[in-house]
């Protein structure tokens, strides 16, 4: 699933219009439009602020959101600049390892 098709799966489900979550997030109903149908060049993606208020007002999980939408959420950046020989070798391990590590 892509951020554009969690936007609007998340607004359906909220029964919101377009321009009724625009409102609410503050932003034009055209540039959500945009959003929803991923017709945004990369300088216009969403900062993670709007992500973060799209995400409260629909209910949604910030951290999907942050991820589908390709940002790292501010407290695994903020451990990775502290960690980053950790995360380095956490990134080289496959999903088995990780599942038995994640189990410990």
């Known amino acids: 699933m892509t951020f554009a098709e969690r936007v609007r799966e998340l607004r359906k489900g909220k029964n919101l219009t377009l321009r009724e979550l625009a409102s609410e997030v503050d932003i034009n109903f055209t540039y959500l439009s945009k959003i929803e149908n991923g017709k945004l060049d990369f300088s216009e993606y969403p900062s993670e602020k709007l992500i973060r ?41 496959d999903d088995a390892a990780l599942d038995k590590l994640l189990d410990v």
Do not use: N, S, Y
């Open 53 to 93: 208020k799209l995400a409260a007002v629909l209910e949604g999980d910030v951290d999907e959101l942050l991820l589908l939408a390709e940002k790292i959420p501010d407290e695994i950046r903020k451990r990775v600049i502290e960690r980053p020989d950790a995360f380095r070798r956490f990134a080289r391990l």
